[in-house]
């Protein structure tokens, strides 16, 4: 199914686990994608994007270390002047260092922060801009289940990460002030569109969920 409109969309990690299927998924609608991923991952995207392209679809791999201010200075730098603008952010990269408290050291702590929370900071404040200058512009953070309660298999530290990464969305959201943060009430199409999702075959693992289609009114 082809999209509306195309857009230009970021995906970090693109060349990983869900990072490669979300990328898949979005350039076979229409919208070119960008992976940002590790230099040492080139192969893994290379082999992503030639199916892509030979399906029709558009996409381009951009090596970085989503912890590196400098790469991301360079990276969104490329990116609007390739495509001109970006539509959407998906802070998607992460890792897990599978250890106890007791067994993790300090420097691994913070390697677990630089790349699941530090990389989300990085992207959404080079991006911000660019989005601020076209009127739009979409962030989607990957937390995680950990990121809304504690799990007894998951290390800590991840835990740590993935709800700091939960609190910032709605920090940043907030931030964009007024009584709806999004700015404007809401439509009956939006309503629509929340329950079409919901009735589609997309929605099949969303179970439980309280969705509210209020803009950002309950994001705090
Ligand atoms: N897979 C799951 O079950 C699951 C569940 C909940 C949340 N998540 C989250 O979803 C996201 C993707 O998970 P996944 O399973 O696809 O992981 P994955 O390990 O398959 O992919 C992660 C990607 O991030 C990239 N990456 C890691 N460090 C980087 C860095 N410093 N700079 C640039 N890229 C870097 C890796 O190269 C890899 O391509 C993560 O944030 C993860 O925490 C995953």
Redesign the pocket.
């Known amino acids: 199914m082809k999209a509306e409109r195309e857009k230009v969309i970021l995906i970090?990690?693109?060349?990983?686990?869900?990072?490669?299927v979300m990328a898949a998924v979005l350039a076979s609608e229409g919208h070119c994608v960008y992976l940002?991923?590790?230099p040492?991952?080139k192969e893994?995207a290379d082999i992503l994007l030639q199916k892509l392209t030979e399906e029709g679809g558009r996409g381009t791999f951009i090596p970085?270390?989503?912890?590196?201010e400098t790469?991301w200075e360079t990276a969104v730098r490329t990116v609007v002047s390739e495509a001109g603008r970006i539509d959407v952010l998906v802070?998607?990269?992460?890792?897990?260092i599978r250890k106890v408290i007791e067994e993790m050291s300090f420097d691994e702590w913070m390697q677990m922060m630089?790349?699941?929370t530090g990389?989300v900071f990085l992207g959404t404040k080079y991006v911000i801009p660019v989005m601020k200058e076209q009127k739009e512009g979409l962030i989607i953070n990957?937390?995680?289940?950990?990121?809304l309660v504690g799990h007894m298999y998951t290390p800590e530290a991840?835990t740590a990460t993935?709800s700091a990464?939960t609190m910032f969305t709605r920090a940043v959201a907030a931030e964009r002030l007024g009584e709806v943060p999004l700015g404007r009430l809401c439509k009956a199409e939006d309503v629509a569109n929340a329950v079409q999702f919901l009735v589609s075959d997309q929605s099949s693992f969303i179970n439980g969920l309280s969705l509210a289609v209020d803009g950002g009114t309950t994001c705090y």
């Open positions: 970090t990690g693109g060349a990983g686990g869900l990072g490669s940002l991923d590790l040492q991952v893994r970085m270390d989503v912890t590196s790469d802070n998607n990269a992460g890792i897990n630089a790349v699941n990389s990957m937390s995680s289940v950990c990121g991840y993935k990464v």
